[in-house]
């Protein structure tokens, strides 16, 4: 007798643990949940065998929504763009991404948080904290508060449109103060009378 109830509480128990799971699976939100997950994600672009773009990210995470799929970075997000002769002239750093695609077939980029723009040719630096990509008309851009350094000033403002490869940055809404650079044989100095904000890391 106590054998049988011994064996009635071992199955009582496991069916009452069966439906706690079930209840906890049940409370899972589909909509929030990654149907596709990529750890260490590398993709090349290329044309004519030559490389155009290469992006990097450390996790890359897929979801889905009715007429909408997207793609969340938020470790981080590494872009680098080569001229034609093949050689590395832009890097693109941001904290966090995202790649959203339509069901027409549109598509949009926009990084975020501590983004970092280098033309390594031109030797330009631009910081801000959004910046999206416009892969049609091959341009990025921002709203944001940008700031811009050369090897001849320092710029800030807000507002910036280039091509994608930086080649030609605008500020629209640039501030009045600024830092020119005097190079000479011996040193770099800022003359900073009207600068604000930090100065570019060396």
Known sequence: MMKMMATA?????????CKGKLAEAEAINLAETPVQTVDDMFIVQTKNGQIQMRAQAPLMEKYEKDSLSYELFPEGFFVYGYTDEGLLETEIVA????????DNGEESWSAFGNVVVKNLIKQEV????????DQQNEKIYTHCYVRMYSPDGFMQGYGMESDQ???NSIIFKPFNSY??????STQVSVDSVNFIGPMQKK
């Open 126 to 133: 631009m910081e801000t904290d959004t910046l999206y990509w």
């Open 95 to 102: 904290d966090n991404a995202k790649h959203l695609k339509h």
């Open 179 to 184: 830092g020119i650079v005097v190079q000479d």
């Open 165 to 167: 490869r930086a080649r």
């Open 9 to 17: 509480v071992a199955v009582a128990f496991i069916v009452y643990s």
